[in-house]
């Protein structure tokens, strides 16, 4: 099994942004205030003409890794038919490296999955949530589950392709929120700058039959307080490519 995929570290763009405030006052005639002179447009400056072309890609994501789910029923085709729990417990029985041992980064996972009927407020298992993203019109699952204890938490997309329940995106992270989006994905994340935020959208692409990473941005919230704890990058399941 290939080695788990980490988060890389996203450095914050330094970004100038001119936003000219458009008065509504008039001249004593009723005219439209000038505005003043508009700023002359630079091109990009191209450096470094003569680097030699990248011999491989930057990073490696795991963009079009796809995995079967083992030993899960989809009823006539029906991905609303299946028992998110056991979705869930599929994984962490394709993953043990991951869920189970006294060392497994998200060890708690599954002894708190099993105590869900009992206790509502420690079940990792989030909402699911049905919308087609993958464009055949039959709806796919997008499914949520904490993992403790390392207080982030997994998003999953599933589709159903013949009569199986395929996993097409997979990320592991400290989450704010997660939005659905057309044929995309987004999940926001808190970043250590203060006033920045994390933003990943994943989108459906149809010849890789997976869901790739089409956005990876650090932008403005506008919350200036003290600086974020610093995020430690975890491993995202990583399952053999369909």
């Known amino acids: 099994m290939p080695p788990s995929r980490r988060r890389r570290a996203l450095r914050p763009l330094a970004t100038g942004a001119l936003v000219l405030a ?3 006052g008039c001249g004593d005639s009723g005219g439209p205030l000038s505005a003043g002179a508009t700023p002359t447009a630079v091109s990009p400056a191209r450096l470094w003409p003569g680097l ?20 899960v029923r989809v009823p006539d ?12 417990r599929a994984e962490i029985a394709a993953h043990p490296e991951d869920y189970a041992g006294a060392k ?9 999955l099993a105590g869900c009927g009992a206790d509502r407020d420690r079940c990792p298992l989030l909402t699911p949530y049905y919308r087609d993203l993958t464009g055949d019109g039959r709806d796919d699952l997008t499914l949520g589950f904490r993992l403790p204890p390392t207080g982030q938490t997994a998003v999953r997309v599933y589709t159903v392709i ?5 996993r097409v995106m997979s990320n592991n992270d400290a989450v704010s929120a997660v939005e659905l989006a057309g ?38 919230t506008g919350d200036h307080g003290h600086p974020r704890p610093r995020r430690t990058p975890s491993p995202s399941p990583s399952g053999g490519a369909r």
């Open 22 to 24: 458009a008065g509504s």
């Open 52 to 71: 030699p072309p990248a011999s491989s890609p930057a990073w490696d994501y795991g963009e079009t890794d796809t995995e079967t789910v083992e030993g």
């Open 77 to 88: 085709g029906d991905v609303r038919r299946v028992d998110p729990a056991a979705v869930v």
């Open 104 to 112: 497994a980064p998200y060890r708690e996972t599954g002894a708190r």
């Open 162 to 166: 013949g009569h199986e329940l395929v």
């Open 183 to 220: 044929r995309s994905v987004i999940i926001r994340s808190p970043s250590e700058v203060a006033g920045y935020e994390y933003r990943l959208q994943w989108t459906w692409d149809a010849d890789q039959r997976a869901m790739l990473l089409t956005h990876d941005e650090m932008l403005r």
